[in-house]
């Protein structure tokens, strides 16, 4: 979720060079992070540090969640490189943490789930983009329901409620669906303000966006889980 930073527009063909070059390094982050998933879950060494200390974890969120302000809030006045390398090294450690989804579900409920998650992540992004209608007004209610998300998940850590977890997840579902929509009519909005299509902005611009939209894609996924997959015995 982020508001237009520049105020000369574009011309279509360079809205859409910007919103592909967020799609590849999404896609980029993504396979980032499968490998290093797959790294993590075939070394037992690895699986021990990681899942041995249970505060091990936490540990990788905050520096996630430091990642991930970090880029945010200075992409602006950050080099190309810089916002590359730590987009790299979010994907790289995010990985790391859902390698724990290959320890409790099943593989060929995990492969499934992803093929939904892609293809409803897809759809509400094509909403995004071609839609009319000015998705700004969903920004407050979306913004309310993560936070609320985000609560609810740290207590339900604490709780371990498999019926809380249950409404999590639909409510988690619910806010980024709309997020996926929300963020890609914003990124569409972000490019046509652009100043003067000049490459370090849109370079800058693609990996702010591609962050958002690995965020509303793994979240989802995450989400989806709760209800397509199938827990190991």
């Known amino acids: 979720m982020f508001q237009p930073l520049y105020t000369t527009h574009l011309d279509t063909k360079e809205t859409n060079i910007l919103l592909r070059s967020v799609y590849e ?27 041995g200390n249970p505060y091990m974890i936490w540990v990788l969120f905050f520096i996630e969640l430091g990642l991930v302000f970090a880029i945010s809030a200075g992409i602006d006045k950050m080099d190309v490189s810089t916002a590359k390398v730590l987009f790299i090294l979010f994907s790289i450690i995010d990985g790391m943490t859902l390698s724990s989804i290959f320890l409790v579900f099943t593989e060929a409920s995990i492969v499934t789930t992803f093929f939904i998650a892609a293809m409803t992540f897809g759809v509400m992004s094509l909403y995004g983009y071609f839609t009319d209608s000015d998705l700004s007004s969903w920004g407050t209610l979306l913004f309310a329901g993560l936070i609320g998300v985000v609560i609810a998940v740290i207590v339900n850590f604490f ?75």
Not at 163 to 170: D, L
């Open 25 to 51: 390094w999404m896609m980029v982050g993504l396979l980032v992070s499968g490998l290093s998933a797959f790294m993590v879950t075939h070394s037992a060494f690895l699986v021990h540090m990681l899942f």
């Open 159 to 233: 709780l371990q409620s498999p019926v809380f977890e249950w409404w999590i997840s639909v409510i988690g579902v619910i806010v980024f669906v709309g997020l996926t929509a929300y963020d890609t009519q914003k990124i569409k909005q972000m490019g046509e303000a652009m100043s003067n299509g000049d490459p370090s902005v849109l370079n800058r611009i693609a990996i702010v966006g591609a962050l958002a939209l690995y965020l509303d894609f793994i979240n989802l996924f995450i989400f989806l889980l709760e209800f397509f997959g199938n827990r190991r015995n």
